[in-house]
């Protein structure tokens, strides 16, 4: 199990939340997703196997937000 915090531009809202613990809660491998809307950080628990950092970024990066 890895775990990953990602800065994240653009959140605002808690549809924002719900948007991106949605689509990266879906992906193969992911078991936890924590959105901080105040400190806009993404955090991730998954299996590097089923799962890597660039699917994750880029997953968040579909829903419209900036990750850097």
Do not use: W
Not at 31 to 40: E, G, H, I, P, R
């Amino acid at each position: 199990m890895k775990s990953v915090v990602l800065n994240v531009n653009g959140m605002s809202c808690s549809h924002c939340e719900n948007a991106i613990k949605k689509a990266v809660g879906a992906l193969d491998g992911v078991d936890k997703v924590s959105v901080d809307l105040q400190a806009k950080t993404v955090a991730v628990d998954y299996n590097e196997p089923n799962t890597n950092l660039d699917e994750i970024r880029n997953t968040i990066e579909d829903q419209g937000y900036d990750v850097f």
